[in-house]
């Protein structure tokens, strides 16, 4: 029988087949597709004639095809529903895959011939696109160590592998800790708790067989508990199982784990001849170098702990009127915050909620890529990944541009946090392929029969990962290598970061945020509120986001840490980190730093992308409007559809006519007045 991941897929747009896979499947096809792609590399470097263009970069992008079948729902899978199963499938691939990454990216054969390439580039009449593909593939191998011989060789290949399975045990760690938690509340413990709080910890407590209401480690669950939660014994309890991910003893802590990440790390950057791994690492990143990014996380600390001090002081003060004689503590920070908040703004989240449903903002999203991009969205009937998961064809002019599809709620196997991948990525070496793109997101599932209710918060992600989308799906270039989100990793977030700036125009929620039981729209006040407090506790997340920015690029400079948790509290203390304030994420729950390598040393880039994302959406104020026609035109033509093609520098330049400064990022999050 012939294995449905391998055979032609005869799906509605070439959709994975995933209502005749099964994950007995995917095993035998990795085997089978990790050897056919075994055999392109043979046809590669061992081809008699010497090298073109066509039979080495042409063949090298086109290899591996099969594997990418098998993978690409594999690992979407594992990322939105997991079960013991596919878990024990990726401990098997993540060794192999890491094995077979270096048989690509360190071999000697393979360099030989793109080098030879790169040494006659002026003479082979290539496209600017085509020696730009060329650079980074010769770059890549480069970086990988195909140029190393002897011990150095093979111990950077130890590494790689063992690193590949290091940051899967993480992962797995984490997910284990995150599911293992739930704590149930009898009906006194509800006190505060408003009603779409309630019916998430009921919804929670259906999947976890319990009666009643719990609480779980899910964000959107944690969140609005601690910011409700009257129980301060109870918010104690939650916050510090929550921030426990990781380290909690036995089988499932992360700290050796992440000690021993750091160190491999910095062995790898000794091999291929770097300081250490940041300078490694940020070489190819718009930041360039270390202290480039120490420096602007320096420039946005300042300000943002003069405020978090400030904001203590309220709270702290708050918290006493409610006869609490105690110092502020962590998990008193959201609940006095969101009572302040509710003071200051008048407006409380409960009472917000009805009017932001999911499918409105979805159709929000949909919106405004209709009328920045000419995108049209119509909902497609295709079997999916899973029954929460939908789809929609896109199309511009009646021209198929690409699928999107979104699985928005959380669920027991899905990782934590939000994302975007592509399932298929844009490319016409293979002739004329469109994106499969997916948004990931871990919004509260309602119970039946109600709508989806998001917060605030949740419609800036829903948005943010439908930026990424905009990345994938409005991609036009010819390799698949520098195609849709294949940029810098401190470039890749300003489209996603930019699109966020969409939720905030007042015509957009005026027709989309509608009450999900009358249909009436938001008062124009209501919505005024909405949008002032949106920018509101900056301090706060500022502090914990560049806490762990700031111990992110100190862990990868310099030596390694023998103990991770010991220089974390050195480094938050050096930087005066306020007490009622901890890292966004902590080591050993660290899920950007230590899974892979994607974000590691690179967490500052979400803050790199907003001084950009600040200054590029002012272009369309300058420009007469949030939807002004023509830098929408400049965006997707110097931005969105160019993927990877020239520096991030350049493709922004090119964009904005000059660079931006961190002022616009300031002001953006209140943080310029601050002194
Ligand atoms: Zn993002």
């Not at 012939?2 to 099964?22: E, K, R, V």
């Amino acid at each position: 029988m012939t294995n449905p991941l391998l055979a032609d897929w005869t799906t509605p747009f070439g959709l994975p087949p995933f209502a005749d896979m099964s994950d007995d499947d995917f095993a035998p096809g990795f085997e089978a597709s990790l050897t056919q792609a075994r055999a392109e590399l043979a046809e590669i470097i061992e081809n008699p004639e010497p090298p073109t263009f066509e039979n080495t970069i042409d063949a090298l992008e086109l290899m591996g095809e099969a594997m990418h079948k098998v993978l690409s729902p594999f690992y979407t899978l594992v990322g939105v529903d997991s079960n013991p199963a596919r878990e024990a499938l990726q401990r098997e691939f993540s060794p192999k895959l890491a094995a077979w990454g270096s048989e690509v990216s360190m071999n000697p054969e393979l360099f030989a011939r793109v080098d030879a390439l790169w040494q006659d580039r002026e003479k082979l009449k290539l496209t600017p696109e085509q020696m730009r593909v060329l650079e980074l593939t010769r770059r890549g191998l480069v970086r990988a160590g195909a140029q190393l011989d002897g011990f150095a060789f093979d111990r950077l290949k130890q590494v790689k592998e063992r690193l590949a399975v290091l940051g899967t045990q993480f992962t797995q760690n984490l997910l284990a800790d995150e599911r293992a938690w739930y704590m149930e509340l009898d009906p006194e413990d509800l006190e505060g708790l408003p009603d779409f709080v309630l019916a998430t910890a009921k919804a929670a407590a259906e999947e976890k067989g319990a009666e009643g209401h719990v609480v779980t480690l899910s964000r959107s669950l944690i969140v609005p508990f601690l910011q409700f939660s009257a129980r301060r014994d109870l918010r104690e309890r939650a916050y510090e199982a929550w921030t426990s991910r990781g380290a909690n003893g036995g089988e499932t802590d992360n700290r050796s784990i992440a000690a021993e990440i750091l160190a491999l790390r910095e062995e790898r950057a000794h091999l291929l001849g770097y300081d250490d791994f940041a300078t490694y690492k940020l070489e190819t990143e718009m930041a360039k170098t270390p202290d480039a990014v120490r420096k602007l996380l320096m420039e946005v600390w300042e300000p943002a702990k003069a405020q978090a001090d400030l904001d203590a002081q309220s709270l702290a003060a708050m918290m006493n009127n409610d006869g609490v004689n105690d110092a502020l503590e962590p998990w008193d920070w959201r609940y006095y915050s969101e009572k302040r908040r509710a003071e200051e703004h008048d407006l409380d989240e409960a009472e917000l909620k009805p009017y932001l449903q999911l499918d409105r903002m979805i159709e929000a999203a949909f919106d405004c890529a209709t009328r920045l991009f000419g995108l049209e969205f119509k909902a497609l009937d295709v079997p999916l990944h899973h029954p929460d998961a939908r789809a929609w064809e896109v199309t511009r002019k009646g021209e198929h541009i690409a699928v999107f599809i979104g699985d928005y709620f959380a669920r027991g196997g899905k990782r934590s946090g939000a994302w975007c991948s592509a399932l298929r990525s844009q490319q016409k070496l293979r002739g004329d392929i469109r994106p499969h793109v997916i948004n990931v997101c871990n919004f509260a599932k309602p119970a039946k029969g109600s709508p989806a209710l998001l917060s605030y918060d949740d419609a800036r992600t829903l948005f943010h990962e439908f930026g990424h989308a905009l990345h994938q799906m409005l991609s036009n270039v010819t390799y698949e290598s520098i195609s849709g989100t294949s940029v810098a990793r401190d470039f890749v977030e300003l489209p996603s970061q930019l699109f966020e700036h969409w939720l905030e125009v007042p015509e957009v929620l005026q027709k989309y945020a509608t009450h999900a039981e009358t249909g009436e729209p938001m008062p124009a006040d209501m919505l005024q509120r909405m949008l002032d407090a949106a920018n509101y506790d900056q301090g706060f997340a500022t502090v914990e986001y560049v806490a762990s920015a700031m111990v992110d690029i100190e862990f990868h400079s310099g030596d390694a840490p023998e103990d991770p948790m010991t220089m974390q509290a050195e480094i938050l203390e050096g930087m005066g980190m306020p007490p009622a304030i901890r890292m966004r994420h902590a080591t050993p729950h660290f899920a950007h730093v230590f899974a892979g390598d994607g974000y590691s040393s690179a967490y500052y880039s979400y803050m790199w992308s907003e001084v950009m994302d600040a200054d590029a959406f002012a272009a369309f104020e300058e420009a007469g409007g949030a939807f002004d026609a023509s830098t929408a035109r400049k965006l997707e033509d110097h931005i969105l559809s160019v993927g990877g093609l020239r520096e991030a520098d350049e493709l922004y330049t090119e964009f904005r006519g000059r660079l931006p400064g961190v002022e616009a990022l300031l002001k953006g999050r209140g943080l310029d007045k601050v002194a």
